[in-house]
T-cell receptor
Framework: DTEVTQTPKHLVMGMTNKKSLKCEQHMGHRAMYWYKQKAKKPPELMFVYSYEKLSINESVPSRFSPECPNSSLLNLHLHALQPEDSALYLC????????????FGQGTRLTVV | SQQGEEDPQALSIQEGENATMNCSYKTSINNLQWYRQNSGRGLVHLILIRSNEREKHSGRLRVTLDTSKKSSSLLITASRAADTASYFCALYEKLTFGTGTRLTIIP
């Protein structure tokens, strides 16, 4: 299995809602990443987990809360988002914690209304 | 953090032609990667080239690295419609990306 699976594929949420994005990989990769991507822009790194510990937080607002319950699973908890947070959220994983030869999921298209 | 700068920002070519895009950077690197992103989808890793390598091939892809000029190029030969995508280079150990090159192959 060489896939990174993200669920849901699409999500519409209100500004007062709490929701979670899920990312799963079964390749034994030790690093996992969250990115935010707006239309026609490159992916922006949000968080990196290395060996299940948060190693990088790119000054992301606290309304985004990552969680890595185990080595295969990465969650992104969302609360009190703003319409400008609407974007494609991508998850990635890599065996090498330096991000070499990473695999990406297909993303969750999030719309905040 | 440091990231590469790809150029051109956009490139349109006829199907069957070759496409070349470049990535420049500012400080020393240990390795450089190229990724492709089809519209609205996840990124796909194409090639990793290490600082002690000058050229690498994978199918129709050829990547060169010139550490003295701090630049890399990605050549796609005999382009196909399916090559239409954005291409990004990634340099450093945080897996961050520049603005990318949007490649359009005209059938």
């Amino acid at each position: 299995d060489t896939e990174v699976t993200q669920t849901p594929k699409h999500l519409v949420m209100g500004m007062t809602n709490k929701k979670s994005l899920k990312c799963e990989q079964h390749m034994g990769h030790r690093a996992m990443y969250w990115y935010k991507q707006k239309a026609k822009k490159p992916p922006e790194l949000m968080f990196v987990y290395s060996y299940e510990k948060l190693s990088i937080n790119e000054s992301v607002p606290s309304r985004f809360s990552p969680e890595c319950p185990n080595s295969s699973l990465l969650n992104l908890h969302l609360h009190a988002l703003q319409p400008e947070d609407s974007a494609l959220y991508l998850c990635a994983s890599s065996q090498d914690p330096r991000g070499l030869e990473a695999f990406f999921g297909q993303g969750t298209r999030l719309t905040v209304v | 953090s440091q990231q590469g700068e790809e150029d051109p920002q956009a490139l349109s070519i006829q199907e069957g032609e070759n496409a070349t895009m470049n990535c420049s950077y500012k400080t020393s690197i240990n390795n450089l990667q190229w990724y492709r992103q089809n519209s609205g989808r996840g990124l796909v890793h194409l090639i990793l080239i290490r600082s002690n390598e000058r050229e690498k091939h994978s199918g129709r892809l050829r990547v060169t690295l010139d550490t003295s000029k701090k630049s890399s190029s990605l050549l796609i030969t005999a382009s196909r419609a399916a090559d239409t995508a954005s291409y990004f280079c990634a340099l450093y150990e945080k897996l961050t990306f520049g603005t990318g090159t949007r490649l359009t192959i005209i059938p």
